[in-house]
Antibody, heavy 117, light 107 residues
Framework: EVQVVESGGGLIQPGGSLRLSCAAS????????MTWVRQAPGKGLEWVSL???????YYADSVKGRFAISRDDSKNMLYLQMNNLRVEDTAIYYC???????????WGQGTLVTVSS | SYELTQSLSVSVALGQTARITCGGD??????VHWYQQKPGQAPVLVIY???NRPSGIPERFSGSNSGNTATLTISRAQVGDEADYYC??????????FGGGTKVTVL
């Protein structure tokens, strides 16, 4: 079964760093494009970052310069390095596989990041 | 920057048709995808490329896109269709963009 599973969330103080991981099963991460999407408590979906198969990366303005998306092809893993975290970065972070004209399927169950002092 | 506008909520009687709209400037010129998110769960793709259903999604779900409005239609609505629904596009200046989401309630 094609699936993705996120991990690495937790409680972190403002200004801190955290790295999220996304493990892919039954497909090769480097052969497609992948994305991170977050959802603040009680709010809607917000796109965070995307990496294409060729390695090009894109970021939402809200995280540009603080977050970095990457992948480890040998481990078939996707990552999101989050630096200088802010209270407003508190959210569930979802990893998803991209397909076709920029739709995403499947999504993982998400990992919760809480930024608080 | 490009924006997508969705109604906050839609109510539909059991067995009737619900229409969820996603507004955007000439959105008909873009490709729209739709996701369903039930409470405490991850989003699930229900319509891709305007009007295509992934395998496993009931035929009761359909989509259309023209002019300034894309529409997700749920026919013969069931209690199990209660969820938040999000439209999504790719915009060349913004990247991936989601609508604000519409909460569907089946009465």
């Amino acid at each position: 079964e094609v699936q993705v599973v996120e991990s690495g969330g937790g409680l972190i103080q403002p200004g801190g760093s955290l790295r999220l991981s996304c493990a892919a099963s039954e497909f090769i991460v480097s052969h497609t494009y992948m994305t991170w999407v977050r959802q603040a408590p009680g709010k809607g979906l917000e796109w965070v970052s995307l990496i294409f198969s060729g390695g090009s990366t894109y970021y939402a303005d809200s995280v540009k310069g603080r977050f970095a998306i990457s992948r480890d092809d040998s481990k078939n893993m996707l990552y999101l390095q989050m630096n200088n975290l802010r209270v407003e970065d508190t959210a569930i972070y979802y990893c998803a596989r991209g397909a076709g004209s920029n739709w995403f399927d499947p999504w993982g169950q998400g990992t919760l990041v809480t930024v608080s002092s | 920057s490009y924006e997508l506008t969705q109604s906050l909520s839609v109510s539909v009687a059991l067995g009737q048709t619900a229409r969820i709209t996603c507004g955007g400037d000439n959105i008909g010129g873009k490709i729209v995808h739709w996701y369903q998110q039930k409470p405490g769960q991850a989003p699930v793709l229900v319509i891709y490329r305007d009007n295509n259903r992934p395998s496993g999604i009931p035929e009761r779900f359909s989509g259309s896109n023209s002019g300034n409005t894309a529409t997700l239609t749920i026919s013969r609505a069931q209690v199990g269709d209660e969820a938040d629904y999000y439209c999504q596009v790719w915009d060349s200046s913004t990247g991936i963009l989601f609508g604000g989401g519409t909460k569907v309630t089946v009465l």
